[in-house]
C-alpha cells in the first residue's frame, strides 16, 4: 500500500555564493541603491543584489574589497572563506553583465562615501 502523494511546499530556499570570483560589500538597502543610482548616472556597472527592503550586496571585483573594510556600515565579504547569503526573495537589482568586468572597490568607493555622508547628515537632522 502506498501514502497519497502530498503536495510539496513552496521552495523558500536563499542563496549563499562563496566569494571567490567577486568580493562583496553588504550595506542597508537604501545606501546601496544610493550608491547604484551615483555609480549608473557615471556610466558604471555593478552588480547588486537586493532581499527586500533590508540589505543590498554590492559586488566588486575580487580582492579590492579591502580598500572599504574601515567604512561605516559595511560588512566586506571576501576570499574563499567568505561568503555572501541572503533570505528568500533575493534578486538581482542589477545583474552582472558577461561582457563587462565587475567594478573594482575603488570605482565604488567615491559613490558609496558620498551617499554614507548624506545618509548620516539627514539622520543627524532628525
Same mark, same amino acid.
Given at each position: 500500500m502506498t501514502s497519497p %502523494?502530498?503536495?510539496? %511546499?513552496?521552495?523558500?530556499?536563499?542563496?549563499?555564493? %562563496?566569494?571567490?570570483?567577486f568580493d562583496a560589500l553588504v550595506v542597508a538597502h537604501s545606501i546601496g541603491m544610493g550608491?547604484?543610482?551615483?555609480?549608473?548616472?557615471?556610466?558604471?556597472h555593478g552588480p547588486c543584489?537586493?532581499?527586500?527592503?533590508?540589505?543590498?550586496p554590492l559586488l566588486v571585483a575580487a580582492?579590492?574589497? $579591502?580598500?572599504?573594510?574601515?567604512?561605516?556600515?559595511?560588512?566586506? $565579504?571576501?576570499g574563499p572563506d567568505a561568503w555572501v547569503a541572503s533570505s528568500y526573495g533575493v534578486r538581482w537589482d542589477t545583474a552582472p553583465d558577461d561582457e563587462l568586468p565587475i567594478l573594482p572597490a575603488e570605482a565604488v568607493r %567615491?559613490?558609496?562615501?558620498?551617499?554614507?555622508?548624506v545618509a548620516l547628515a539627514a539622520r543627524a537632522q532628525g
Open positions: %502523494p502530498r503536495s510539496k %511546499p513552496p521552495p523558500r530556499a536563499g542563496v549563499i555564493v %562563496p566569494c571567490t570570483r550608491v547604484m543610482l551615483r555609480a549608473d548616472a557615471k556610466g558604471l543584489l537586493t532581499a527586500g527592503l533590508s540589505t543590498a580582492g579590492t574589497s $579591502s580598500l572599504l573594510a574601515d567604512c561605516p556600515q559595511v560588512d566586506v $565579504s571576501s %567615491p559613490h558609496l562615501a558620498t551617499v554614507l555622508k
